[in-house]
């Protein structure tokens, strides 16, 4: 009886089908988080920056006329200036929000006129522990929408290479002296082939195999040496072995790549 021969799922394809994996899964924890959380924290840190311009322009034009008590009494009163649309914050944000109390303070306002530019709010930021710098401008909620849009694409993408990777991992084709056991499951025996394409077997490592059927019908079965088996020379090539031993006990229709070559010119007859 002839060995047989198994093509089991190469460390190439495996690579691969992980590496998508982990990208699409990690564009998918991103996008989440952007549409959950991310986009919502960077409004809220852009409209409180904001407030404190504000604050600035408003204490440059008051300084000399206000005193420290009248400034602080001034800046108790004033609110954060939020969008209509209240679910482009994080959850959870007080409305109205009140000037942070270092706003009131008329030293630190003072101080901050000298100082770096964005200090008093940067040093706010962190103590208050919002997470993200203010950007240079807002989300609206239809680009809030677009995060979970490519959150939705970037699951499907991340499920399908999952999918793939599990199901790849449990099949191998396989070849003995009696049948072949393509990947997809079965035992067609070598007496029920009938075709046999290898177009793109030198290129590709691609063939594609018909059997028939009780019925009338034909089975088409894929066979992809670089997904089972490979072709590496310290394995001893094992898709191309299985090829052999399959072109071996093969007694259909073999189609086979033929390269098209120039037909030589016709020569002009001699002159007389």
């Known amino acids: 009886m002839s ?7 190469t460390p190439w394809f ?14 998918t924890v991103l996008f989440f988080i952007d549409g959950k959380w991310g986009y919502r924290e960077k409004n809220l840190s852009y409209h409180v920056s904001k407030a404190f311009e504000q604050a600035a322009k ?31 914050l994080p959850e959870g944000t007080r409305i109205p929000m009140a000037w942070p109390a270092i706003l009131s303070d008329y030293d630190a306002m003072k101080a901050a006129r000298t100082g770096e530019k964005n200090k ?24 809030i929408n677009e995060q979970w849009v490519v959150f939705v694409i970037c699951l499907v993408l991340s499920l399908g290479a999952a999918w ?11 070849v003995d002296g009696e049948a072949f056991y393509p990947a997809d499951g079965g035992k067609v025996p070598f007496g029920d082939l009938v075709r046999l394409d290898l177009r793109k077997w030198d290129t590709k490592g691609l063939a594609f195999l018909w ?19 490979g072709f590496k020379k310290e394995q001893d090539e094992p898709a191309e072995r299985l090829m052999g031993r399959l072109k071996e006990n093969f007694k259909g229709e073999i ?17 007389a």
């Open 3 to 9: 060995e047989r021969i198994v093509c089991k799922p």
């Open 14 to 27: 495996l690579l691969r089908a992980a590496a998508m994996l982990l990208m699409f899964g990690i564009f």
């Open 58 to 88: 408003d204490f440059e034009t008051k300084e000399g006329v206000m005193s420290p008590a009248e400034w602080r009494s001034y800046a108790e009163k004033q609110t954060v200036s939020f969008p209509e649309d209240h679910s482009i």
């Open 120 to 143: 008093l709010f940067n040093d706010y930021r962190l103590q208050a522990g919002m997470k993200k710098d203010a950007p240079e401008h807002d989300y609206p909620a239809g680009k």
């Open 164 to 174: 793939v990777l599990i199901r790849t991992l449990g099949r191998s084709m396989a």
């Open 211 to 229: 059997a028939g059927g009780a019925s009338g019908g034909e089975r088409k079965m894929r066979i992809d040496g670089l997904t089972y088996g």
């Open 255 to 271: 189609i086979e790549y033929v390269a098209e070559t120039e037909e030589p010119a016709e020569q002009a007859p001699p002159q």
